[in-house]
């Protein structure tokens, strides 16, 4: 789909379109639409994350709740499931599963959400290591990181639905 094919969407087909880019939260795509005409793609991401920014704590922590936990087979989007194959978290020994779900129980007990993580380029290794670090850290550094997370996931998102422009992003 092209930026310019992204602007000339009414609002519900905006939201159907991109309603997917952060994880069950279209309401940012619906915030996002009002920004329309987009100047780049830079610029289309850049306004759904201010959408984000702007929202109350309790809407990003919503956000942050709606994905699902690494590694997890249960409450996964079809697009979550393939980004995490993509980093191998569908091939983990059953001692790396037994890991990960600790740690991932441990971490959403802590800080009342999973932990986010972009898998795209990422291995289960650096997965794995990256939870093991973040769970020391403290909450409010976390929640910050995993909205980091958010936005970068939303980026490679973006980044397969829209059409490069002429010249190249």
Known sequence: MTLAEIDSLAREQFVDALGFVYE?????????????????????????????????????????????????????????????????????????LETLRAWNDEYRRRFGFPFLFAVKGATKHDILKALEQRLEAPRDEEFREGLRQVYRIAWFRLEALVEPEKGGR
């Open 24 to 96: 069950n939260s279209p309401w940012v795509a619906e915030r996002a639409w009002a920004h329309r005409p987009f100047s780049s793609f830079e610029d289309l991401y850049a306004a759904m994350a201010a959408e984000v920014e702007r929202a109350g704590v309790e809407e990003q922590v919503a956000l942050l709740q709606a994905h699902p936990d690494l590694g997890a087979r249960a409450r996964m989007s079809d697009l979550s499931a393939g980004e995490q194959a993509g980093a191998g978290l569908d091939r983990l020994t059953a001692e790396e």
